[in-house]
């Protein structure tokens, strides 16, 4: 259960493809704040998004 609520809340590309889409709209840079992500920061990084690592002690696993 603990390792399908890790994936559930962590950035993955559909997510972050939807949260660039947005930032780009606004002109902004999104800054994301999760547990886990399934992509590289230089990716992350070119579609305009900072991520923030949040413990996964926080989702009260």
Do not use: W
């Not at 950035?11 to 399934?38: C, G, P, Y």
């Amino acid at each position: 259960m603990q390792l399908k609520t890790c994936q559930q809340n962590a950035l993955n590309s559909d997510r972050a493809e939807r949260i660039a889409k947005q930032a780009t709209a606004k002109k902004k840079t999104a800054v994301v704040f999760a547990t886990h992500k399934f992509m590289g920061q230089k990716e992350l990084t070119d579609m305009g998004i900072v991520f923030c690592g949040l413990p996964y002690a926080m989702l009260g696993g």
